[in-house]
């Protein structure tokens, strides 16, 4: 269900229908949410009833933190094709070569009095 969401999801950008959109964004919505309630009534059904709520607690860290491992993975490794050459994506993100770390280097402030001299 959410890959038929994803695939009007892409056509909805180029064409340019509301419905079309709202459509592709709850389809991927509801293909994404259903399982979750499927995979904590089999994780909670596993354990004693005295400790169901630990299991839906360990269960749900469990599956935030490897939603974030993975979103920085696919991070990297789309950033990683966009940008082969670490030093264009660097110019890229600071066209005139002035990074914050040389910026700080270059105006050094001192506070006297509680005023601040560059």
Same mark, same amino acid.
Not at 42 to 65: D, Q, Y
Not at 89 to 109: H, K, T
């Given at each position: 269900? =959410?890959?038929?969401?994803?695939? &009007? &999801?892409?056509?909805? !950008?180029?064409?340019?229908?509301?419905? /079309?959109?709202? &459509?592709?964004? *709850?389809?991927?919505?509801? @293909?994404?949410?259903?399982?979750?309630?499927?995979?904590?009534?089999?994780?909670?059904?596993?354990?004693?009833v005295?400790?169901?709520?630990?299991?839906?607690?360990? !269960?749900?860290?469990?599956?935030?933190?490897?939603?974030? *491992?993975? &979103?920085?993975?696919?991070?990297?490794? *789309?950033?990683?094709? /966009?940008?082969?050459?670490?030093?264009?994506?660097?110019?890229?993100?600071?066209?005139?070569?002035?990074?914050?770390?040389?910026?700080? =280097?270059?105006?050094r402030?001192?506070?006297? @009095?509680?005023?601040? !001299?560059?």
């Amino acid at each position: 269900m =959410a890959s038929v969401g994803l695939l &009007l &999801l892409g056509d909805a !950008f180029h064409s340019n229908h509301l419905s /079309q959109l709202v &459509l592709a964004l *709850i389809l991927c919505g509801a @293909g994404a949410a259903l399982p979750w309630g499927l995979m904590d009534g089999l994780a909670i059904s596993a354990v004693p009833v005295a400790k169901a709520g630990m299991a839906a607690g360990l !269960f749900n860290t469990v599956r935030v933190a490897g939603e974030g *491992i993975a &979103l920085a993975i696919v991070s990297a490794v *789309i950033n990683g094709k /966009q940008y082969p050459d670490p030093a264009e994506s660097r110019s890229r993100v600071y066209p005139r070569g002035d990074s914050p770390r040389r910026r700080l =280097a270059g105006s050094r402030q001192y506070a006297a @009095g509680g005023c601040a !001299f560059a």
